[in-house]
Structures are given as C-alpha cells and as structure tokens.
C-alpha cells in the first residue's frame, strides 16, 4: 500500500508551481524593464503557494493533468500577488515587510509597486485565457469566475470594507469582510479545480460550500498567528492588526474561542468533503495543514 506524504506532495507540487511562475515572468530587457524585475521580486520565492495548490489537487483527484490545470492554478497565484503588492501600499496597509523581504513599494518605489499589481491582476487574465488543453467554454466559465470572486462582491469589496469601516464591527459584518476579502479568491481556488475538471455540477456546489467554509477557517488562524507567530516565520510585524485596532477573531473572541470557530468551520467543510464521491484525501490534509499551521 502506498502511503500519502504531505510533505512530499507539498515539495513537488510546490516546485512544479515555481518553476511556471518563473517561466511566465522572464527577465526582460525592455524599457519597461523594471516592471518585470519587481514582478518577479514579488510573485517569485516566499509564499506558500496554498491557491495554486489547492486547485491542481482537485483538479488531480478527477484525473486532469498537472500540465494543463498548471496555468490557470498560477493565475490565481499572480492574482494574489497583486492583491499583497497593493494591500501593502502606504495608502493601505502600509507595510514593510512581506514573505521576510522588504515590501515591493519599499524595494523598488510607490508607483512602480502600483503598476506591478496592475501588471499582475492583467497578466493573470492573460495566462488563464491562453492556457492550453481547456475548452473556450471552460475558460469562459474560469475568467467569469475569477473576475466575480476577486471583484467588488468579492476581494476588492472586501478590501474597501477592511480600509474604511473604521469602527469595531460586529462577529457578522468581520464574517462579511473575510469572506471577501481573503475567502473569495479560497473558494475560487477550489472552483477553479473543480470547473477545470469538468466535475458535475452538484460536486461544484460542494466544492463551494467547502471552499467558503476553509477560506474562514484560514482568516481566523491568521488573525491568531498575527498575535502567536515568530516574526521571522510570519514575514511581517507581528501583532501588526492589533497594533493598526483592527477587528479580528482575536480580539472579538480571543484565542480559545477563535480557535474553536476554525475548528468548527474545519469540521463543517469536511462534511462536504464527505459528501463528494472521490478519493478526497490529499485536499483533507491540505486543508489540515492550513488550519495547524505555525506561520
Ligand atoms: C488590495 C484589492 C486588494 C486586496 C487585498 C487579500 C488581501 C486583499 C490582502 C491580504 C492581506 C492579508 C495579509 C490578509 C491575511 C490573510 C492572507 C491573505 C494572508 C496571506 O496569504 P498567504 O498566507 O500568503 O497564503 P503567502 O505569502 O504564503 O502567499
């Protein structure tokens, strides 16, 4: 009997998405030149790849193969990146440090790190629309996806909600905003595997549900590990929303009890997982190692 490694599974899935992201952003010699340096400065090396990842493991465990669920599962990653260049910006979060390194707008400058997230939220359409082996059908369906989960109902939405509601909010409306802001583009992660994969359309409505409940799940480890984490593992100012008096799970909750809401939407997502009639077992420990993580 063959036994799974996720840490095996998590090196070579994650090595064959560094390799693609690297490929889709060669150095140039253009004048434009220094966009595509502070591309690559934020879109290669530090992240843990969870999107990508996520999609290509649904999109597996239907048969599909890595080369063709490759493209749009890095999409979603250029797609996050963008959003890490721009929620870094002095205008919005204001940080320095993300994935250990400076910040894009501290490497390179303000404007430049401005025009890497454009660059970067374009170039996603770009790749997933040229991606090789999926329908025009398919692809449709991925572009629309993607365009609604990262926009104003989704990631963007949620953003504004995160940068302008500045007064403590309610367990309901901190749902809202993580929902859009970090769970959107989760789910879409997961939608993106099933809908590359063809998977019947009550599998895709499972696939959703699991995908929202997991994107929860991640925020509220996150707001934890910005109050527990070691700086250096976390890659920025730790307690840095607490010092900003931001909402989170934490401070709604504290650490019992949140930890308690992310095993509770854990527990919930994997009754979906349940009800999907595969061999569902590499997503199972994914989404465990994202809810355990340390940083
Ligand atoms: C600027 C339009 C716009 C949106 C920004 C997602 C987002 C919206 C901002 C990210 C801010 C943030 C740090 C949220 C906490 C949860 C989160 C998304 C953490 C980063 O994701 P990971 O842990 O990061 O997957 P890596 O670096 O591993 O890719």
Redesign the pocket.
């Known amino acids: 009997m063959i036994t799974f490694c996720l840490e095996e599974y998590l090196k070579e899935k994650s090595t064959l998405v560094e390799g693609y992201l690297n490929s889709l952003l060669p150095l140039q010699h253009s004048l434009q030149k220094e966009l595509y340096k502070a591309a690559r400065y934020a879109v290669l090396e ?5 999107r990508p990842l996520f999609c290509l493991a649904v999109a597996e465990l239907y048969g599909v193969h890595t080369e063709v669920a490759l493209p749009p599962a890095c999409a979603l990653e250029l797609i ?1 990146c963008y ?2 260049v ?2 870094d910006l002095p205008c ?1 979060d204001d940080d320095d440090y993300r ?1 250990g390194k400076p910040t894009v707008h501290r490497k390179f400058s303000e404007d430049v790190a401005v025009l890497t997230g454009d660059f970067l939220l374009t170039y996603a359409f770009e790749v997933l629309v040229s991606s090789k082996g999926l329908s025009a059908e398919t692809k449709l369906h991925l572009t629309s996806v993607l365009a609604r989960r990262i926009g104003g109902e989704g ?2 939405g ?2 504004l909600i995160d940068t302008r509601l500045c007064r403590p909010l309610t367990l309901e409306e901190l749902v809202i905003l993580h929902s859009k ?2 769970g959107a ?1 989760l789910k879409a992660s997961f939608e993106f595997g099933a809908l590359i994969a063809n998977a019947p359309k009550e599998e895709l409505t499972l696939w959703k549900s699991f995908g929202e409940k997991i994107g929860l799940a991640f ?1 509220i480890v ?1 707001d934890i590990l910005d109050v527990t984490a070691s700086e250096k593992k976390h ?1 920025c100012k730790v307690a840095s929303d607490l010092k900003k008096d931001k909402t989170t799970f934490y401070t709604l909750l504290g650490i019992e009890a949140a930890k308690e809401y992310a095993e509770e939407r854990f527990k919930s997502a994997m009754k979906d997982l349940e009800l999907i009639p595969r061999q569902t077992e590499t997503i199972k420990e994914l989404a465990r190692y994202i809810i355990d993580r340390t940083y």
């Not at 530090?46 to 969870?50: E, M, Q």
């Open positions: 530090g992240g843990k790849r969870l996050h959003s890490l721009h929620d919005m994935r990631m963007i949620g953003q802001k970090t583009l925020q996150d890659g």
